[in-house]
């Protein structure tokens, strides 16, 4: 593990003058950055192996010995996202192929090459290997970026959604042989693949095909689950067969992959085939890519860095490793000609990176240093496009001068594990997407995010697999997001959560299918239906339910369940206008779990519904549930302060980062905003100091909560250290 933090930009040799790269070195060294990466896109294996076995090595043999001149660590790119032109010409089927029929075209963009050809595999490691002895003695390599943002294309060729792949001859044998090894039988298969509208029972293992329609056309839901499930699967195999091989030649350095995740084409993952969990079990260190200027994220989503690098660390933490943010702004972001959607300045670069830190990141990576010209469409960069000195180079110099000072320190530190987790699944997300209604689902994922996260509570997500085993159990509570899929070993696990004394939530519709995507016979499912002490009959949809909760009214959204109380201890904290339970609760073992006959999150974000913040401050404080960090200022609704909490051997830290909503210019007095901080703790602080300015401030301790009183200046960040 690296002593120091990881502060990177992205150079590529080809793209710049030979003449200039010291020069550009150089100002990347007087600006704190530490680690270039290169050759994972751009200067790649296209470039370098323009024909099979005639290698042009010579640029990047130069530029290795450039970066050890000047100390500075390179992230090495395997490049097998941008394989070169002769593959295509070598294997015509090399290229992924959609639903329709059609290859997807190897001068778009990159991950054109279906990992499932024999002829791609074969190349790939041949190349790989030859990469490999070549600079894995070099003074100057730090690490292997496997693959870039691995996944499916997440750009339409076209408009409207993204296609769906790869349907080639490799793949659909691949995926036959992935069928019969989780069914065995015909039989067993024929049972799950039954479909009434149009019933194919399959007589040989060879008539298995792949779905190329999503359950919305009236096709099977299991069959669409499993395809999901294979691509997920294979894409993670794929990345963990690059490791082993890079393994084989070189022990000495770590490896990384980089996920581009809740982009807006497939926020989860569904088409693109991710799961980011099982990812960051084969490599030794997973990264993420992280765009808040692109599409008005802080004012449509303020919220969305926060979640993001909360749901980054999730994966790698239970796994006893640490992430990386592999890609984030440089400067103005998208758009082509008409663009940019932000004209990030030095402001943001700060905020960006300290948002990064703060949430546990142990490197942040520039995606470029510098822009290309041939690529106008507002990619960002800290230089202009001659490679001179920008404002946002100064900016980055602060950064960079931040962490050679405390950069050491802050890498020790680490968010402890959060009091709140939220409960997500591949499989729910598959067969809502499939149902068109993973939307709802985000919907549902963000407004749950939004109340713990402005609240101060450090949130985690955890899987269906960390219930199971028991990661899971010291979460005080356990929020589950339009949760419809449901299975019963992960009901099973939920209720023993309950009952050795976690707090679980629920909202309509927990559990409606189960196994395979199919309806369970009960509402919530198997023991659940113990654990909430209730039943959920029929549920009428499309509607804003009136609700009463302590005699004010709120309104819920979408679906107004019948439940039912099936257990004489349930409490009913709420109810529809009918005078029907809304909200209850119930004491099981140690534990509550409280359901929800509607969706509360949803309401908040929709209908600006505050139904699921009065419930829970009361819940939570009747079980003494208190957030480890606390901000209190005014005009709270803007969401345009966050603050983060770091634990470290010697010191604690808290950063807090701000933005101004373009909506919103009265936000900040004279530029300057009183913020006061409540931790929660038992530790007795005597000292707090802001290590970006050398300032101190007062601390006051009131039993187990520590007071602070600060002033935010508009757009800087506060770095305060705790002793």
């Known amino acids: 593990m690296c002593s120091e933090f990881l502060y990177g930009a992205g150079y590529y040799p080809m793209m ?55 100390g500075m660590k390179i992230l090495l790119g395997t490049g097998t996202a941008s394989p070169p032109y002769w593959l295509h010409e070598m294997y015509p089927d090399v290229n992924i192929l959609n639903n329709h029929g059609e290859q997807y075209p190897n001068n778009v963009s990159y991950t054109w090459a279906c990992i499932d050809n024999p002829g791609y595999l074969k190349e790939t490691e041949r190349y790989l290997k030859t990469l490999v002895n070549r600079y894995k003695s070099h003074k100057a390599l730090y690490a292997y970026q496997i693959h870039n943002e691995v996944s499916f294309p997440f750009m339409p060729l076209r408009s409207g959604d993204i296609d769906m792949y790869c349907y080639c001859d490799h793949s659909k044998r691949h995926f036959r042989g992935w069928v019969k090894d989780k069914y065995q039988t015909l039989d067993q298969l024929n049972h799950v693949y039954r479909w009434g509208a149009t019933n194919t029972c399959h007589t040989s293992w060879e008539q298995v095909e792949p779905p190329k329609t999503k359950p919305t056309s009236w ?63 084969v490599v030794d260190m997973i990264g993420y890519d992280l765009y808040p200027g692109s599409g008005e994220k802080l004012e449509k989503k303020p919220e969305f860095s926060s979640m993001f690098l909360d749901m980054s660390r999730s994966t790698a933490k239970p796994l006893g490793k640490n992430y990386w943010l592999m890609e984030t702004d440089s400067g103005p972001i998208n758009g082509w000609v008409l663009g940019p959607s932000r004209n990030v300045k030095g402001f943001d670069l700060i905020r960006n990176v300290f948002e990064a830190v703060a949430h546990d990141a142990k490197l942040t990576l520039y995606q470029g ?81 939004t109340y713990f996260w402005k609240k101060g509570y450090m949130v985690d997500f955890v899987t269906p697999e960390h219930i199971i085993d028991g990661y899971a159990d010291d979460y005080k509570v356990i929020y589950m997001p339009f949760m419809a899929v449901i299975h019963k070993q992960l009901a099973e696990g939920l209720d023993a959560y309950v009952r050795q004394g976690g707090h679980l939530i629920g909202t309509a519709r927990c559990g409606m299918l189960g196994e395979y995507g199919w309806y369970n016979h009960q509402i919530p499912c198997f023991k659940l239906g113990d654990t909430f002490g209730v039943s959920a009959f029929d549920a009428y949809s499309n509607t804003h339910p009136q609700i009463t909760y302590k005699m004010k009214p709120y309104q819920g959204y979408w679906h107004k369940e019948e439940v039912k109380v099936i257990d004489d201890n349930v409490e009913v904290l709420a109810r529809f206008n009918d005078d029907s339970p809304a909200i209850t609760l119930h004491p099981r073992g ?14 908040y974000l929709e209908d600006n519904s505050y139904l699921l913040w009065d419930l829970m401050d009361d819940v939570l404080e009747r079980a003494g549930i208190e957030p ?5 200022y005014t005009n709270e609704k803007y969401n ?24 919103h210019g009265g936000f900040f007095n004279g530029k300057e905003k009183c913020v006061r901080i409540t931790i929660n703790t038992d530790k007795a602080y005597t000292m707090c100091q802001d290590l970006m300015t050398g300032n101190d401030f007062s601390v006051k301790q009131d039993g187990k909560k520590v007071l602070i009183e600060t002033k935010i200046t508009q757009n800087k960040v506060q770095l305060l250290k705790l002793t």
């Not at 963990?240 to 581009?260: A, P």
């Not at 960002?380 to 100064?394: M, N, S, Y």
């Not at 480890?628 to 209190?632: A, E, I, Y």
């Open 16 to 70: 710049h003058d030979e003449a200039e790269w010291e020069r550009d070195i150089q100002l990347m060294k007087d600006s704190g950055i530490n680690l270039i990466r290169t050759a994972e896109l751009f200067n790649t294996w296209d470039r370098i192996e323009p024909e099979k076995g005639q290698f042009n090595f010579g640029f990047l043999d130069k530029f290795f010995d450039l970066c050890e001149k000047h």
């Open 219 to 281: 096709s099977s839901v299991t069959r669409w689950l499993d395809w999901r499930l294979f691509w997920m699967e294979n894409f993670v195999k794929f990345i963990g067969w690059q490791h082993d091989i890079i393994k084989e030649l070189d022990k000495e350095h770590i490896t990384s992959t980089n996920i581009f995740f809740l982009k807006s084409q497939d926020p989860l993952g569904v088409l693109t085939a991710l799961d980011q969990f099982e990812m960051a079990k």
């Open 369 to 449: 240093w510098r822009e290309w010209d041939f690529q106008p469409l507002h990619w960002g960069a800290i230089v202009d496009l001659d490679g001179h000195p920008t404002e946002r180079t100064e900016a980055a110099k602060v950064i960079g001068d931040t962490m050679k000072a405390y950069g050491e320190e802050l890498v020790q530190a680490n968010n402890p594990k959060g009091e709140v987790a939220i409960l997500i699944s591949k499989e729910n997300a598959i067969v809502l997407n499939g149902m068109g209604q993973d939307d709802f689902l985000m919907k549902a994922m963000r407004g749950a995010y």
């Open 590 to 603: 140690k534990g509550t779990a409280i359901y929800f006959g509607t969706h509360p999150e949803v309401a």
């Open 628 to 632: 480890k960090l606390q901000l209190d």
């Open 640 to 663: 345009e302060i966050d603050g983060h909490y770091l634990e470290g051997d010697k010191a604690d830290y808290l950063i807090v980062t701000n933005y101004v909503n373009k909506k």
